[in-house]
């Protein structure tokens, strides 16, 4: 479990959940194979297996109503580097699910890269990995 139970976990959770929304929904192709690893993925970080579909349900809404990424990105820059990591395969699952990166889903992993402190080396090696899995 990725979090501590804390009274923010819902908050922290909802607000991963739409930064890993707006990664399946930049190629404006939002995949059931996408919200399956989604879902998947809040199963891993503590959500309980009762409320994940409304976890889903609305973080999509809270990703519809944002402007930027950065709303998203406080949560998972304060986890541990392993946390991190395993958010970072995640979002490149998201992306190769569909066989592909396009030029606006490998845009967002740049600037994700930057915004996490994610190392540039550790960014490629993981997605070299997912890509070669998928």
């Known amino acids: 479990m990725f979090f501590k139970k804390s009274n923010n976990q819902k908050n922290d959770l909802l607000k991963i959940a739409a930064l890993l ?12 194979e996408e919200e399956k690893i989604i879902e998947e993925t809040l199963l891993n970080l503590g959500a309980n297996k009762d409320n994940v579909k409304q976890i889903i ?3 999509k809404k809270i990703e519809a109503k944002a402007n930027q990424i950065l709303e998203f ?15 970072i395969e995640t979002l490149w699952r998201i992306i190769y699910s569909n066989k592909d ?24 090696d993981i997605k070299e990995k997912i890509k070669n899995n998928s």
């Open 21 to 32: 929304i707006h990664a399946a929904k930049i190629d404006e192709n939002f995949t059931i």
């Open 57 to 59: 349900i609305e973080s």
């Open 73 to 87: 990105t406080k949560e998972v820059k304060n986890m541990e580097e392993s946390d991190k990591i395993k958010i």
């Open 101 to 124: 990166a396009d030029i606006y889903e490998t845009s967002l992993m740049r600037r994700l890269a930057g915004l996490l402190y994610i190392d540039n080396k550790l960014m490629g």
